[in-house]
T-cell receptor, first 113, second 112 residues
Framework: AQSVTQPDIHITVSEGASLELRCNYS??????LFWYVQSPGQGLQLLLK??????LVQGIKGFEAEFKRSQSSFNLRKPSVHWSDAAEYFC???????????FGTGTRLKVLA | KAGVTQTPRYLIKTRGQQVTLSCSPI?????VSWYQQTPGQGLQFLFE???????NKGNFPGRFSGRQFSNSRSEMNVSTLELGDSALYLC???????????FGPGTRLTVL
């Protein structure tokens, strides 16, 4: 079955600390992978995407993610978190020829001043 | 370039009524998808349209329907509303394959 797992429902970090949000997927085809961020009352904003090629991808706002096929993972990282990064983060998987994304349940990030 | 727009932003309906939500994609985008977001079920795929054709449909009852017009604008309709239909309905558009989807701000539907 196709699925995306984000094991951490809530994460709290101090401002300036590093961040890693976990994402594991189960998908039959070669996956397209995405991380989106959602602020309260807003839609989803794309942080980064992976289609193929270099397994370390850079995104907006200083985020990066690494695709590890052997671990079926696509973890999101940021070296130094800012208070404005507090939001909910969603990992999603899709495939060529469809826009039917499967989303994880999200990780809510809280940033302590 | 203007982003994806959704109207209305907020909607309150009562059980048994029907509702129509509208989505205008980014100019030049031909693909539109719809998602339902609830606290309990998270983000769930509803439909996907490309050039007025439904390419994919999620696991929702027939009360949920959609369409896409020749200008790529899309509407979704929910008939015989139930309390459980209360959700944020998100529309996303894309230019083509190997392109990400851009999401609108959503329509918050409350069913009383």
């Amino acid at each position: 079955a196709q699925s995306v797992t984000q094991p951490d429902i809530h994460i709290t970090v101090s401002e300036g600390a590093s961040l890693e949000l976990r994402c594991n997927y189960s998908y039959g085809a070669t996956p397209y992978l995405f991380w989106y961020v959602q602020s309260p009352g807003q839609g989803l904003q794309l942080l980064l995407k992976y289609f193929s090629g270099d397994t370390l991808v850079q995104g907006i706002k200083g985020f990066e993610a690494e695709f590890k096929r052997s671990q079926s993972s696509f973890n999101l990282r940021k070296p130094s978190v800012h208070w404005s990064d507090a939001a909910e983060y969603f990992c999603a998987v899709g495939a060529s020829g469809t826009y039917k994304y499967i989303f994880g349940t999200g990780t809510r990030l809280k940033v302590l001043a | 370039k203007a982003g994806v727009t959704q109207t209305p932003r907020y909607l309150i309906k009562t059980r048994g009524q029907q509702v129509t939500l509208s989505c205008s994609p980014i100019s030049g985008h031909r693909s539109v998808s719809w998602y339902q977001q609830t606290p309990g079920q998270g983000l769930q795929f509803l439909f996907e349209y490309f050039s007025e054709t439904q390419r994919n449909k999620g696991n929702f009852p027939g009360r949920f329907s959609g369409r896409q017009f020749s200008n790529s604008r899309s509407e979704m309709n929910v008939s015989t509303l139930e309390l459980g239909d209360s959700a944020l309905y998100l529309c996303a558009s894309s230019f083509g394959d190997r392109n990400e989807q851009f999401f609108g701000p959503g329509t918050r539907l409350t069913v009383l």
